[in-house]
């Protein structure tokens, strides 16, 4: 991007906002975003769950997705960003290997792995992505920089920003996945308002003991 100081502040900032009108609206991702509620919706419904993870920040949209989706959208998300976990399979298997050791210990088969990547070239992320697959689960990855990024190969479902500005790649993932989760939080208390209503009649026709 260009330097502030050449083209001033707000011009500068008009531009930084355009890259994120851009790249949120991009032709194909409403569908692959659909898609994605459609697996996350699907393992509700198979009782099973979300794995979210990712490095640095992406680690830190991670945490939030993973509450946002358990609360709001009523799917099951764990995330591993305990500091005693990371630095136990940190120390042990090494860090390239401490995801794929956690998804070894924690998922089960059918799961589904969100895995959060800028670069889409960490090599914890990789080998987290073949354990996944490995072992049975959906894996989704959200990558941005290259448009070849190794990661971006390893999904059945893979988002990609096209960016290689750090901070623009990863607002743009965490506010597709909050948009999935907010999609999700709409049809569960579409759910919620039909149980309720199917309870009334119900309850009013019960005589008691």
């Given at each position: ?9 707000d ?16 032709l194909?991702?409403c ?5 994605l ?6 393992a ?12 640095g ?14 609360k ?9 960003n305990?500091?005693d ?31 959060i ?32 990024n190794p ?9 990609w ?12 993932h965490?506010?597709?996945?909050l ?20 309870a ?7 005589p008691g003991?």
């Open positions: 991007m260009a330097d502030p100081q050449r083209c001033g502040d011009q500068w900032l008009r531009a930084y906002f355009e890259q994120y009108q851009a790249l949120l609206f991009q194909d991702v569908e692959q975003l659909r898609r509620a459609g697996l996350l919706e699907g509700r419904a198979t009782g099973r769950k979300v794995i979210l993870a990712g490095n920040g992406s680690a830190a949209i991670a945490s939030h997705c993973a509450v946002d989706f358990t709001a959208a009523r799917v099951r998300s764990i995330n591993f305990e500091a976990l990371i630095t136990c399979f940190a120390n042990d298997y090494g860090y390239e290997h401490w995801l794929e050791r956690a998804i070894e210990y924690y998922a089960d088969p059918e799961d589904v792995a969100i895995l990547s800028a670069s889409g070239k960490s090599s914890n992320m990789l080998n987290a992505a073949r354990a996944a697959a490995d072992k049975g689960l959906t894996v989704v990855t959200l990558t941005g920089f290259a448009p070849d990661l971006r190969a390893l999904g059945r479902l893979n988002l920003v096209d960016s290689r500005a750090y901070n623009i790649v990863e607002m743009t965490h506010i597709w996945l948009a999935v989760c907010d999609l999700l939080a709409a049809a569960a208390d579409r759910r919620a308002t039909r149980a309720r209503r199917e009334v009649p119900a309850a009013a026709g019960d003991p």
